[in-house]
């Protein structure tokens, strides 16, 4: 029986025990509505009247950036950036635009060098941070799904197309392109006719297969400031008229820009359409009732880049953002009423590890070895292996198989059981507040003892390279059983992450000091939860998971 149903008796018969962070068994979810002033339904209205549903920006509080967004009928889908995480290309799907849940990626890995397996390749890179996959395009036509997106480090460069008809299937590769197409936007003419739009506004005609066909098949004329440069395009049309939509900073500030046209391949005049506290990058989607909204993000710094919903009018054939004052307004209405009072996305979720398949939101931080962990050697158990040994024992950046979850803000607190009976010497096996400057907590052994202990990450340069070395560890406490539990508690307001430990998974004891989380474009994602274990002395130790849990705080 899981060692967690031991706990919640326990819990149960120490009522009266002293007060600590327990554990929550019905965590708060991610994105709650905004309560509607005066009641959730109109006071004259009938029984029968559709009650509204309110939600608060960002949409999805936690790091989803570069969204693009398609629909297929009643449904959407979308596309974002997860970099090095692996398997990449996530696709959500909502029924409201407000509600979101993975629901498959467009592949497993990538396998362009062993730097994606976190091992040296010829050019002396041993990891992709700060690359991978980024700014997808997502389209649906004529009964297909498309996504694009660019990698790239070293030499190794490319753009590649994937298409399906079953966005929660099997996605295929239909083309691959050795060259970045950075921040390039797919776009179908009304004849089915293929094109790129790239972040610098040439147009590529692309052949049926998806291959290119004339390169500088047209420009956009884009009359912007020198030394500005215009990032993530996304390519519409819209009643006849070509819109392409793009984020520049002019003095520093994101914003949207908005070029429009009567022809693919004409005069583009321009404007900015929204200039609101640097959200920006993104596109527009419609409702089947005719509704528009803009779609971008905003920088939450350590948290990562979080996705906002913005109301869309038109006049003049001119996209206007915003509410009266063109701000990004803090709270809105649920574009889509589908009578979900509680609408929220699931980026983030409690796993028991029940399934034998893992579950959607976890992601590896770079590619796993899929020989190293198990759900069904042990069932009900994350089991994570050793084979290589770290030369660097402080090194939890090359590390294999770092099993990740998104955090959440404003606050959220994660933690874990782990049962470490059957580590070697050398092993470290714990719960990480990853990112470039993160913390750890951690379980070590070491001449065939047990020790707990916290510390935290800081940039060093070596070789010329700016790389992370641990501190030196923050604290330690001996540990003389089998189970023990792991806890982070972080907060976005003021980037800061405190760790804890458990001997019976109700009572938590802080360890170590504060770790200090500094976003950083050395990695250029949210910091996350992180579960990892790996070898500095010999191979072929192993710890189980028996659960994660996640509270917002």
Same mark, same amino acid.
């Given at each position: 029986m899981k060692t967690r149903l031991y706990v919640l008796i326990a819990v149960l018969v120490s009522a009266l025990y002293a007060c600590s962070d327990s554990p929550a068994t019905e965590p708060e979810q991610e994105n709650n509505p905004a309560e509607q002033p005066g009641g959730s339904q109109d006071e004259d209205s009938g029984d029968e009247q559709e009650r509204k549903v309110y939600f608060t920006n960002p949409v999805i509080n936690s790091d989803v950036p570069d969204i693009c967004i398609t629909r297929a009928g009643e449904d959407y889908y979308m596309v974002s950036t997860t970099m090095y995480f692996m398997p990449g290309a996530p696709i959500m799907h909502s029924k409201d635009l407000v509600s979101w849940k993975?629901?498959?990626?467009?592949?497993?890995?990538?396998?362009?060098?062993?730097?994606?397996?976190?091992? %040296?390749?010829?050019?002396?890179?041993?990891?992709?941070? /700060?690359?991978? *996959? #980024?700014?997808?395009?997502?389209?649906?036509? !004529?009964? #297909?799904?498309?996504?694009?997106?660019?990698?790239?480090?070293?030499?190794?460069?490319?753009?590649?197309?994937?298409?399906?008809?079953?966005?929660? =299937?099997?996605?295929?590769?239909?083309?691959?392109?050795?060259?970045?197409?950075?921040?390039?936007?797919?776009?179908?003419?009304?004849?089915?006719?293929?094109?790129?739009?790239?972040?610098?506004?040439?147009?590529?005609?692309?052949?049926?297969?998806?291959?290119?066909?004339?390169?500088?098949?047209?420009?956009?004329?884009?009359?912007?400031? *020198?030394?500005?440069?215009?990032?993530?395009? %996304?390519?519409?049309?819209? !009643?006849?008229?070509?819109?392409?939509?793009?984020?520049?900073?002019?003095?520093?500030?994101?914003?949207?820009?908005?070029?429009?046209?009567?022809?693919?391949?004409?005069?583009?005049? %321009?404007?900015?359409?929204?200039?609101?506290?640097?959200? /920006?990058?993104?596109?527009?989607?419609?409702?089947?009732?005719?509704?528009?909204?803009?779609?971008?993000?905003?920088?939450?710094?350590?948290?990562?880049?979080? &996705?906002?919903?913005?109301?869309?009018?038109?006049?003049?054939?001119? &996209?206007?953002? =915003? !509410?009266?004052?063109?701000?990004?307004?803090?709270?809105?209405?649920?574009?889509?009423?589908?009578?979900?009072?509680?609408?929220?996305?699931?980026?983030?979720?409690?796993?028991?590890?029940?399934?034998?398949?893992?579950?959607?939101?976890? %992601?590896?931080?770079?590619? &796993?070895?899929?020989?190293?962990?198990?759900?069904?050697?042990?069932?009900g158990y994350m089991r994570l292996k050793t084979r290589r040994v770290m030369a660097d024992a402080d090194d939890i950046f090359h590390a294999p198989n770092t099993l990740t979850q998104r955090t959440i803000g404003d606050k959220c607190s994660g933690w874990i059981s782990i049962d470490v009976s059957n580590m070697k010497d050398g092993d470290r096996a714990g719960l990480s507040v990853f990112g470039f400057y993160g913390g750890l907590v951690e379980v070590v052994k070491e001449n065939g003892k047990y020790e707990l202990s916290m510390s935290r990450y800081n940039q060093k340069i070596v070789g010329g390279k700016e790389t992370n070395v641990r501190e030196d560890i923050d604290d330690t406490v001996e540990l003389t059983q089998d189970v023990v539990y792991l806890k982070a508690d972080c907060d976005f307001v003021s980037s800061k992450a405190i760790f804890y430990y458990s001997l019976d998974g109700y009572k938590w004891n802080r360890i170590g000091g504060e770790t200090t989380l500094i976003y950083t474009l050395m990695h250029f994602t949210g910091y996350r939860f992180g579960i990892f274990n790996y070898a500095t002395q010999s191979s072929g130790g192993y710890v189980d998971i028996d659960y994660f849990e996640y509270k917002k705080l």
């Open positions: 993975i629901i498959g990626y467009v592949f497993d890995s990538l396998d362009e060098s062993e730097a994606n397996n976190l091992e %040296q390749n010829g050019d002396g890179e041993s990891d992709i941070y /700060a690359k991978g *996959q #980024w700014a997808s395009s997502i389209r649906y036509h !004529d009964g #297909w799904f498309y996504v694009m997106f660019a990698t790239g480090f070293g030499h190794f460069n490319h753009t590649y197309i994937y298409k399906t008809q079953d966005p929660a =299937g099997k996605w295929q590769l239909a083309q691959k392109f050795d060259e970045i197409l950075h921040d390039s936007s797919l776009f179908f003419e009304d004849d089915g006719t293929p094109f790129i739009i790239t972040f610098d506004g040439e147009i590529i005609e692309l052949d049926k297969d998806l291959a290119i066909k004339t390169r500088n098949f047209g420009k956009l004329n884009m009359n912007i400031e *020198q030394g500005v440069q215009c990032e993530g395009c %996304q390519f519409f049309k819209v !009643d006849g008229k070509y819109y392409a939509f793009f984020m520049y900073r002019p003095g520093g500030i994101r914003k949207v820009l908005c070029l429009k046209s009567n022809s693919l391949t004409g005069y583009y005049s %321009q404007r900015v359409v929204l200039d609101d506290s640097g959200i /920006a990058q993104g596109g527009i989607i419609d409702t089947p009732d005719g509704k528009w909204y803009g779609y971008f993000f905003q920088d939450m710094w350590p948290l990562g880049r979080c &996705p906002y919903l913005v109301p869309c009018t038109w006049d003049g054939g001119w &996209p206007v953002m =915003g !509410d009266e004052n063109g701000d990004v307004p803090r709270e809105m209405e649920v574009p889509v009423n589908t009578g979900n009072l509680f609408p929220r996305s699931e980026v983030l979720v409690n796993d028991d590890f029940d399934s034998e398949k893992l579950g959607l939101t976890w %992601q590896w931080n770079h590619n &796993p070895d899929n020989s190293l962990w198990s759900l069904t050697e042990r069932p």
